[in-house]
């Protein structure tokens, strides 16, 4: 197949950031989907519907003229968060969800949840307002091999409240592992995101012949049994797994350093880049659900109208784009694309 049209695709799970840096960002992601999710763990964090309510003015601000991508906002869930936060979103159309991170697991996450047993009566509202938990699946501690922390998190404590709270509509994020794979499959009301850098790359990526930053994201790349695992489920047409780039600009100098920062940005590329996965394993009758439907409906929104034409054309990312006055080195830069967006 050369040429492949499909219903407007939606980004789950996306870092756009703030500032200067949406001028960037924006432009990248609603050149190809109609909505995402967008991540809160900014620095303040989003905390409150008011500060949602502002972000996502912000993100609309940067839009390109005459473009009508929709920003999805979420809570970052804190220690303190109170459940009359998690009632107020039911009275407003702008926060879709809340996100759990645990404190120190990835990028902005110091003000995350340090004790998750707390949250009994967060997750109680929640379910009760049908607002979806988004997790952050890995658990923190220093003796837990980082390899294993999404497997331990399962196990310590997305078992316990799946079976607490079995209504409450809850999103695996960025899953990458068999077991997340297992889990998902096992129990209703419980999906997935899945990136590009984990259906496309193993740990081989980052560490085989000299470490690749650019490659280093959390939770981290995993072995090659688990991106078979994922990308099993990418293709299956299992309404549980969906699209979620987890793309997250960071600077070049921020990402070539001694403490090089988590996160892969695949905001230039993504649909080509989810493409080139379901063309090589002879599945791209199934990449609309993924990346169109099966995330609309989990939400419970329509699915969009318009559509976008994908053509099997090769082409190069450039070795960096501009960022806020910096640059952004691109996913996958030094290796040729397979698909782009044919331009109407």
């Given amino acids: 197949m050369k040429q492949l049209s499909i219903t407007k695709p939606d980004d789950w799970h996306l870092h756009l950031r703030d500032g200067n840096a949406l001028t960037t960002t924006v432009g990248f992601s609603s050149r190809q989907f109609g909505r995402a999710i967008v991540m ?8 409150t519907v008011s500060d949602a309510v502002l972000y996502q003015q912000r993100i609309i601000q940067a839009r390109p003229a005459n473009n009508t991508f929709q920003p999805l906002m979420t809570l970052y869930l804190t220690d303190s968060t109170p459940v009359s936060e998690i009632m107020k979103v039911s009275k407003n159309n702008t926060v879709y969800a809340a996100k759990l991170y645990p404190a120190g697991a990835t990028t902005n996450s110091d003000n995350g949840v340090t004790d998750i047993n707390k949250l009994a009566t967060i997750f109680e509202a929640m379910q009760k307002t049908k607002l979806p938990l988004l997790v952050h699946a890995e658990v923190t501690d220093s003796s837990i091999d980082i390899f294993d922390r999404e497997q331990v998190f399962i196990d310590r404590h997305l078992s316990k409240i799946r079976a607490q709270f079995p209504d409450l509509k809850i999103v695996l994020e960025h899953a990458t592992t068999k077991q997340a794979i297992d889990f998902v499959l096992a129990n209703d009301n419980t999906a997935a995101t899945l990136t590009p850098q984990h259906l496309l790359l193993n740990r081989n990526d980052l560490l085989a012949g000299g470490i690749r930053p650019h490659n280093y994201c ?14 099993k489920a990418a293709t299956s047409g299992n309404p549980k797994f969906f699209l979620g780039t987890d793309s997250a600009p960071h600077i070049k100098s921020s990402k070539e350093s001694s403490c090089g920062c988590a996160g892969c940005f695949s905001a230039h590329a993504a649909i080509e880049l989810y493409a080139e996965v379901f063309d090589k394993e002879n599945a791209l009758d199934k990449l609309e659900g993924f990346s169109s439907f099966f995330g609309a409906d989990f939400y419970h929104l329509p699915r969009n109208k318009d559509k976008i034409t994908l053509v099997k054309e090769a082409w190069q990312a450039p070795e960096s784009y501009p960022f806020i006055e910096q640059t952004i080195v691109p996913f996958r830069q030094a290796i040729p694309l397979q698909w782009s967006i044919k331009q109407s």
């Fill in 40 to 47: 809160p763990n900014l620095s303040p964090p989003i905390t």
């Fill in 218 to 231: 959390l939770p981290i790349l995993k072995r090659e049994v688990h991106r078979q695992a994922l990308l």
